[in-house]
């Protein structure tokens, strides 16, 4: 049990990239859109069984021919002499169903793609995720970093659109990056490497709904592209922001006037004086009720569809 | 082997032995319970393992059913003249692939060289009906030895995995054979148990394993519970009237399946 390597790839001085599931979709989809566009190869994965359950059965005939798992695999691809890694989860493994990565599972299997980069010469490690803030959805997603050290941290901050954390003017000093985004770098910290999470913003609210989060993963892809330096075309991403802003915005359209006006504040976030912590405690507050009533009204409507003719 | 995830009482004396697997709790019609518990009283079986449940297992706090508190367990009974290793287990809520491959531990140390899974499949039959039994095999050979048998009959099927095909799949990586039986349970009786269920299997593995089974208490049994569901079809017009139309080969559209289902659920 373990990982399989299905190519030996022997790589000095590489730098791995990582995402799973999680808030939004924004690291996911960000990553797997880099790993897509740069045309990188998978050379090796995880064997799922420690650490997920089967998904699927598939039996044709009276036999079984296979189950399917999570898969949790390994890409290659060089970029202008650049070798770059590529590590991508279907699920995070976690015990009693959450989806955010715990437990001694979820700490082996750290250590499992940690280790793969290490033979491979890894110097730096970049995961990327959701960083839930008081961003208006009109405005632009800034991405966050979180990193290993204070050069790291300076480096970042040269790129366009690239805050640290403690810069971004909510009192955020200190917190924890949650699931294997956060424990990774944990990993690769312990063992010498250097490390950074890069988070879209996505607004408080919208991070309790199920719904993807294209905005922010095209502001994460913008950040990977200037720090790796290379051109990647994100553009794609806009036609899948305009149909979730149709649905963000019926939502919006149906907030109660003072919460709208006190959301809507949140757009002179960029300018000096953010929006204080009890205000967005209001806000988170009021705009749970107004998500509960909605979805209330919603099942009820649902019950009536279900009553015999 | 890790033995500390077993409380052995003694390794039995089988050669070449078939492992029964029922699982109890989730089970369609409680097919595999209902086979084993037979089993197991007239094969004579001697409890011989346990398998330690704590890794295995939620113990957040203790579920009841019927006002009765239920506990995990997975337990191995061997009989020695039949050749047989009986399993009757609850589902595992985690670690399931390491869960597999202790029961299969088991087996191998008991020299256990075929498989078969006992399930309930949910099916549009009549409980009149006479009962099929889909079969999934992990192994070609297996599925050529056991091809005469007419009751039996090749599944296709996709969708999420039962504990029974997990264990299927560990079991082919190990090199043993075996097959997942799952007899037809009309839908309406999916959540009791299903006599004629029980009895269709029995049936076969009787046959198959040369145990000359007494099964006509069964037979009773199923004569009894068809009687009582007659009794209810006189008495209401609704469940004559849905049942009647599965009998003569109809199907019900999915309210008049729910509505059947609640009201035997709630009637009989």
Known sequence: MGVVIRRELHLENSELICSWPGIGSIGLVAVDALRSRLRARMFGEIEPWEFFEPTKVVAREGMLEKLVFPRSRFYHSVVEDRDLIFFVGEEQPSLGGKLYARGQQAYRMANMVVDVALANGCRRVYTSGACVSLVHHEMKPRVVAVVSSDELGAEMKKHHNVFLMSDIGEGRDEGVITGLNGLLLSVARKKGLEAACLMGEIPDWLSRTPFPYPKASKSVLEAFSSILGIEIDSSFLDSQSEEIDKVVNSIYEKFPRDVREMYDSRKSLAQPGPISREEAEWMKEHIDEFLKSLAEKQDGENDDDDRPV | ?268
């Open chain 2, 1 to 268: 082997m890790m033995t500390d995830r077993f409380d052995i009482y003694r390794v039995p004396r089988l050669q070449e032995a078939a492992l029964l697997v029922g699982w109890q709790g989730r089970d369609i019609g409680e097919i595999g319970p209902g086979v084993i518990d037979f089993l197991v009283e007239k094969l004579g079986g001697e409890e011989v393992a346990e398998v330690n449940p704590e890794p295995f297992f939620s113990f957040d706090g203790a579920s009841f059913i019927d006002d009765i508190i239920q506990v995990p367990e997975s337990k191995f009974w061997a009989c020695e003249e039949s050749n047989l290793l009986l399993l009757k287990s609850d589902e595992p809520s985690h670690a399931q692939y390491d869960f597999l491959n202790c029961i299969l531990d088991f087996a191998d140390k008991c020299q256990v060289a075929e498989l078969y899974t006992l399930n309930g499949a949910p099916s549009l039959v009549a409980h009149t009906s006479s009962r099929r039994i889909l079969t999934l095999f992990n192994d070609a050979q297996f599925r050529e030895k056991l091809g005469a048998f007419e009751e039996l009959e090749e599944m296709t099927w996709e969708g999420p995995p039962a504990a029974s095909s997990y264990l299927l799949w560990v079991a082919r990586r190990r090199g043993l054979p075996g097959v997942s039986l799952w007899p037809e349970v009309p839908f309406y009786l999916a959540v009791r148990s299903d006599p004629a269920g029980v009895l269709a299997t029995l049936s076969f593995l009787d046959i198959l394993f040369g145990l000359e089974l007494q099964i006509e208490e069964l037979h009773e049994q199923v004569e009894e519970f068809n009687a009582r569901i007659d009794r209810l079809r006189q008495k209401n017009r609704d469940i004559d009237e849905a049942i009647d139309k599965l009998e003569k080969g109809f199907t019900l559209d999915e309210k008049e399946q729910v509505k059947l289902t609640r009201d035997i659920y709630e009637l009989l």
